[in-house]
DNA sequence: AAAAATAGGTATAAAAAATAACTATTACGA
DNA sequence: TCGTAATAGTTATTTTTTATACCTATTTTT
């Protein structure tokens, strides 16, 4: 069975961050289902713990995704008791998201698990490689200085 | 309005990865509207460019979406006059797809006009940084030599 | 105070991805 | 060589994800 030649996709980088992603996420997936997680209530969780208070506006530019998309997930999260949502006194439109002390351990955990899949997941790359892949491709997605 | 602290999850190559993949995608989406094309269905020409009479299966490896998902695009593109479909000789199963003189002309553009959309999205990049970053993402999702 | 913008939300639609099962053909092992 | 398993492609369907339109309450702007 002749292999396919995929030198010309494999050139654009579009197709090697796509895969790259699946590759990662496929095995983020997996290990963060112990913790009943998605990658997505993974990364609302982990940046609710690192910014007490944090809007779900916010949450919607960090991880980029639609408002509406994050409500059932925000709501999803409260009913298990993992994060609790306070209006804020001086804007009355906001409101603030916590963690619970059970968010709390359960972040705990998940973070452990997601530095080990970090390892895990980079075997293919020396420390350095990982640390100068990451700068790459945030200097890819990051707005230039000065724009909007 | 104070910013969100994301460095934790700027830690994780997951992150990292999905966040450059809709960076680059999105601009190669509006790009390719123009020719009427989705990612999707530039890879699955541009593959079929490169590999006359690859198969259904083949693509799917390549591009790592399951063949129930292909079924419509390949229909699709052979109604468009893209595409034609030749049951091979040998394997009467396999189905091997070609280019019609069409899908090269219109590929022969969009291949063009993904080139440029390289060097646009990697506007903050030199070219040996994208090189670079191209080669770790192709470490990172490659199986390793001698894994299934 | 009126108009515009913002934060959050509801309802819904569209698109993408996954699952189960079927046909036709080919390969394999007893 | 016959029966079983595997493969290629497909259909039908479901689940999941993402996007759109619109609404209310509050705040900001003019």
Not at 69 to 88: A, C, F, M, P, Y
Not at 89 to 97: F, N, S, V, W
Not at 98 to 114: I, V
């Amino acid at each position: 069975m002749s292999r396919v030649d995929t030198s010309y996709l494999e050139s654009l980088l579009g197709y090697n961050c796509r895969r790259a992603t699946l590759h990662v996420l496929s095995r983020f997936f997996d290990r963060m289902a112990v913790f009943g997680l998605r990658p997505v209530d993974f990364s609302v969780l982990s940046i609710t713990m690192h910014n007490p208070g944090v809007t779900s506006r916010q949450v919607c530019g960090a991880i980029n995704i639609l408002s509406p998309n994050l409500v059932r997930i925000i709501q999803s999260l409260d009913e298990r008791g993992l994060i609790s949502r306070k209006t804020d006194a001086q804007d009355k439109r906001a409101i603030g998201l916590y963690l619970t002390s059970a968010g709390k351990k359960l972040m705990r955990d998940a973070e452990q698990s997601a530095s080990e899949l970090e390892i895990e997941a980079a075997a293919a790359l020396s420390e350095t490689e990982r640390v100068q892949l990451i700068a790459l491709l945030q200097k890819l997605y990051r707005p230039v200085d000065g724009e909007s």
